[in-house]
């Protein structure tokens, strides 16, 4: 951590971001990242007692930090976490949509459409829903992130229906480039494995662990600051000429060309 703070500009300095899905693992790494880099950062999740750690901990880095229960399939939280946002602070500039759920290892033959629909809703739709509240305010410069995962680009039989909503982030990512285009560039994070909470399932047994280490060039699973680090690159100026594209962050997995 010392390390990356050591190397971390102020890229952010006098903007708002707004991070979805945020008290914890990716999304919470990635607010710190951009507050620690200048940004007055939103954060977000279901539980008014983890955004108010998640507050806390980023106030205690010398970071803005402003915490707004929501849970991203509730139209009036995503509305509220915005009116807040702007009322506060006058402004959006960076929105990075990070919330997603993997609630079943079924077939997707078997997978019961209730899931089917929790699934869409959850990884995919609130997106777009959420930036259909925010589009007035995003201005000239602005910048979308979604965090999609390896995963969209060939969908384990263990997760394949989490995969194919990431798959979806690509296609929404290349999609909305154009539509807010040429004031807001839309990109996406594909991150590998990260041992946080969302990945325990898979992380926690040391042999599943060691076999997706191995799958790695790197030879190790990816952290939060890895994933913060890509999100904020996209989300910064170096990036002023990217828009409708995918990083991967994954250590060398296999995943596209
Ligand atoms: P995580 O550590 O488990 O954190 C999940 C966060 O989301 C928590 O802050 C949680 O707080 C919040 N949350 C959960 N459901 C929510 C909802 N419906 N609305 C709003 N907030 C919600 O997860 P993570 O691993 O960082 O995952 C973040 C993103 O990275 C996801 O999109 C995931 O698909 C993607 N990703 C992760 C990996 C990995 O290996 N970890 C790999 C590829 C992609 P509350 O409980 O308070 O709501």
């Known amino acids: 951590m010392e390390k990356t703070q050591a190397r971390i500009g102020r890229r952010f300095q006098g ?65 509220n976490l915005i009116d807040v946002t702007v009322q506060k602070y006058g402004k959006i500039d960076v929105i990075v949509s990070n919330a997603a759920v993997n609630p079943s290892i079924d ?9 089917l629909d929790k699934l869409w809703e959850i990884n995919v739709k609130a997106s777009i829903l959420l930036l259909q509240d925010a589009a007035p305010y995003l201005k000239k410069g602005s910048s979308v992130i979604f965090i999609s995962s390896i995963a969209g680009y060939s969908p384990e039989s263990s997760m394949a229906m989490y995969g194919v909503t990431k798959t979806a982030l690509f296609g929404l990512t290349k999609a909305l480039a154009k539509e807010m285009a040429p004031d807001t560039r839309v990109n996406a994070v594909a991150p590998g494995f990260v041992p946080t909470h969302f990945a325990e399932f898979l992380t926690k047994t040391e042999s599943i662990r060691t076999s997706l280490e191995e799958k790695t060039l790197l030879n190790r699973l990816g952290t939060a600051e890895d994933m913060a680090a890509a999100a904020a690159f996209l989300a910064s100026d170096d990036a002023a000429y990217i828009t409708g594209e995918i990083l991967v962050v994954a250590g060398g997995v296999q995943s596209r060309l």
């Open 15 to 79: 903007k708002v971001a707004i991070v979805t899905a945020s008290t914890q693992g990716i999304g919470f790494s990635i607010a710190e990242r951009l507050g620690l880099e200048g940004a007055s950062v939103v954060i977000s999740s279901r539980k008014q007692n983890n955004v108010d750690e998640a507050v806390e901990k980023l106030k205690g880095k010398g970071i803005e930090a402003l915490g707004v229960v929501c849970h991203v399939s509730n139209p009036q939280q995503r509305k």
């Open 107 to 115: 077939p997707i033959l078997l997978t019961k459409e209730s899931i």
